[in-house]
Structures are given as C-alpha cells and as structure tokens.
C-alpha cells in the first residue's frame, strides 16, 4: 500500500467518525433541556465545523484559500468545543454542591 492511499483511508475515517458524533451529538441536543442543551449545541455545531474543515482540509488540501478556511473552522471548533466544556463543568460543579446556590 503506498502512502497516499492510508492517508486517504485514514481522513475518510475521520470524516466517518465525525459524521457519526454529529449524528449522536444532535440526537442528544433534541432529549434534554436548560444548560445541557446549551452545552451539547455548543458540541454539535463544534463537531459540524471540524467536519467541515477536515472534509476542505482533506480534499482541498492543493487550494491555499480552502486551507485558511479550513484552519480557521478549526480555531472556531476548538472554541466551541471549549464553551461546551465549559458549560458541561458548570452542571457538574452545580450537581456536586461546590457553587453556591444563586437566591
């Protein structure tokens, strides 16, 4: 097998895998409600722009446009990704008692 063709292997699994967590992520988003709903679409929109920035990355890889893109969809998931963790941390520390209660 020569180099490129993993490579091309490998970049459909990722773009498979991808797919398949966005599947999952908006599954999630339509069962629950309040700040994990808000949490989960930040997941969900994160995992579209990785998705799509991987799917230019991979494709158009030869285009210096597509590659700034494709970088900066990047960035943006990696914010997302943040927030939605973030918000995620909240529930747990709200759950566990250690932030105090708003009156």
């Not at 895998?17 to 908006?26: D, E, M």
């Not at 629950?32 to 989960?40: A, G, Q």
């Not at 230019?56 to 914010?79: R, W």
């Not at 973030?86 to 932030?99: A, H, P, Q, S, Y």
């Amino acid at each position: 097998m020569n180099m490129m063709f993993m490579a091309l292997v490998a970049d459909l699994l990722t773009l498979f895998f991808l797919f398949l967590s966005l599947v999952f992520t908006a599954g999630i988003v339509w069962r629950v409600e309040r700040k994990l709903d808000v949490s989960y679409k930040f997941f969900l929109v994160a995992l579209a722009l990785l998705l799509l920035a991987e799917s230019l990355g991979s494709f158009y890889a030869d285009s210096g446009i597509f590659m700034v893109v494709s970088s900066l969809l990047k960035a943006l998931f990696g914010f997302l990704l943040l927030l939605g963790v973030w918000t995620m941390r909240d529930i747990v520390r709200d759950l566990d008692g250690e932030k105090p209660k708003k009156v």
